[in-house]
């Protein structure tokens, strides 16, 4: 179970009134490497994996669910001032025609978020090396945001999932040396 | 201490339709090199680590846009 706690893990703040930017975001939101793609990956392999790095999983998931609250509240702060004319001069008139000023979970091109984004393979090394490869794309959507975007306010808080992105690969990598682990066991070769 | 950013020099082809736009970056951040982390490492600040986004200098690799200031000429 979940205790929530009514905060951001960051503050997000967003420096100009650019729609643009939000049809990028949304590729954090519900993009094949987003958040919510990546939340729903590890909370998903927690059970099949080597009992030392279940916790990981775990916290590393319900962080990510974190970031994903983050995302959309920068959204949302990018799109509820904007009129139906800004809204489609931003790309996003398509998007109002469907959801209104909702959010959705799509890619930054309009399509729905789906689970054959997660991958679930039951192989612990195959598991977490994909993890690994999730950590690492997200940080190079991160990067590609940050060179499109001109807003400091808004990349302070890229910057800072970005570096939590590289903080995430770097666990998912020792966790492959715990459970590849030969020590204590008295093994000779 | 690694560098956290390479760049490296795509072939340019004189029959390339546009102006080449110089060397190619990409990231190598701080997790690449690290290896397991060992106990007692050095710290940041409690408010630094917020606003870093690590508690760990060894792992903290901040980002700029390598294309900034970057302009073709015109």
Redesign the interface.
């Known amino acids: 179970m979940w205790y929530y706690e009514k905060k951001l893990q960051y503050p997000v703040r967003v420096g100009t009134c650019n729609p643009k930017l939000a049809k990028f975001l949304i590729e954090q939101y519900g993009g094949s490497d987003g958040e919510l793609a990546a939340a729903l990956r590890y909370l998903n392999q927690r059970y099949t994996i080597p009992d030392q790095v279940i916790g990981l999983l775990n916290d590393i998931g319900t962080e990510e669910f974190a970031h994903l609250e983050m995302i959309a509240t920068m959204v949302y702060k990018l799109t509820k001032d904007a009129t139906p004319e800004e809204l489609k001069e931003a790309g996003l008139g398509a998007h109002y025609v469907n959801h209104g000023k909702s959010l959705f979970y799509e890619n930054a091109a309009g399509a729905n978020f789906t689970a054959s984004y997660i991958a679930s393979k039951g192989d612990p090394i195959t598991d977490l090396y994909e993890d690994i490869a999730a950590e690492e794309k997200a940080r190079a959507t991160y990067q590609w945001i940050i060179n499109l975007s001109d807003d400091p306010m808004l990349n302070d808080g890229l910057n800072f999932l970005r570096q939590r992105e590289i903080v995430h690969s770097q666990r998912f990598r020792e966790a492959v040396e715990i459970i590849k682990e030969e020590q204590g066991k008295k093994k000779i070769f | 201490m690694p560098t956290y950013r390479k760049w490296f020099q795509p072939y340019v082809s004189p029959f390339d339709p546009c102006p080449p736009l110089g060397p190619v970056p990409y ?1 190598t ?3 690449l090199y ?1 290896g ?2 060992r106990p007692g490492m050095p710290q940041f600040s409690p408010f630094q680590s ?5 508690l ?1 200098p060894a ?5 700029t ?3 900034r200031g970057k302009r073709r000429p015109a």
């Open positions: 990231e951040p701080a997790q690290l397991f982390q917020l606003s870093h986004g690590t760990w792992l903290y690799t901040p980002y846009d390598p294309y």
